[in-house]
T-cell receptor, first 113, second 110 residues
């Protein structure tokens, strides 16, 4: 199993541009999550999904959108990128039987200039 | 979820046991204690969790005090690859949001 994979690894955006961060998991997990981690800080939950077609906001959803059309994929969309969105983004997944044991991807490092 | 308090940093000699403390004095009866770690530039990695009994797996042991107000993660024989930030999280099962604070930065010294 590859686990949780994320693309791209790195990206630089200009202010106002948009992009989609991709996340795929091959563990057949129902639950998927997006977190962001600012330098020297802990992770903050952006959005999560409990299954295909179901998404919900986390702690810091503003400026982001998500969709969940399949069990495997959970893309995160940034519209009108702002410098405050410069961060490392982590995707994670978990099974419905143990949602607190989450498996994380390697992260996407995003810089908005 | 209960707030947790951890020392910001610790050192440990390679090959020795690393004992990482966590205070969670306001933990409620249905909150578990979870430990994750984050090696530099990687995503967090689950280590172990427990409710009230001590737990052991291939990575670590978790000792929870009888009153559940604190716990200790033990890495029995620390290696250089164990250098990471360790997060202690107290959470109700199914809450979805893992609150990662700033954790303890463990440095294993050769």
């Amino acid at each position: 199993n590859a686990g949780v994979t994320q693309t791209p690894k790195f990206r630089i955006l200009k202010i106002g541009q948009s992009m989609t961060l991709q996340c795929t998991q091959d563990m057949n997990h129902n639950y998927m999550y997006w977190y962001r981690q600012d330098p020297g800080m802990g992770l903050k939950l952006i959005y999560y999904s409990v299954g295909a077609g179901i998404t919900d906001k986390g702690e810091v959803p503003n400026g982001y959108n998500v969709s969940r059309s399949t069990t495997e994929d959970f893309p995160l969309r940034l519209e009108l990128a702002a410098p405050s969105q410069t961060s490392v983004y982590f995707c994670a997944s978990s099974s419905w039987t143990n949602t607190d044991t989450q498996y994380f991807g390697p992260g996407t490092r995003l810089t908005v200039l | 979820d209960a707030k947790t308090t951890q020392p910001p940093s610790m050192d440990c000699a390679e090959g020795r046991a690393a004992n990482l403390p966590c205070n969670h004095s306001t933990i409620s009866g249905n909150e578990y204690v979870y430990w994750y770690r984050q090696i530099h530039s990687q995503g967090p990695q689950y280590i172990i969790h427990g409710l009230k009994n001590n737990e052991t797996n291939e990575m670590a042991s978790l000792i929870i005090t009888e009153d559940r107000k604190s716990s200790t993660l033990i890495l029995p024989h620390a290696t250089l690859r164990d250098t990471a930030v360790y997060y202690c999280i107290a959470i109700q099962t199914g809450a979805n949001n893992l609150f990662f604070g700033t954790g303890t930065r463990l440095t294993v010294i050769p």
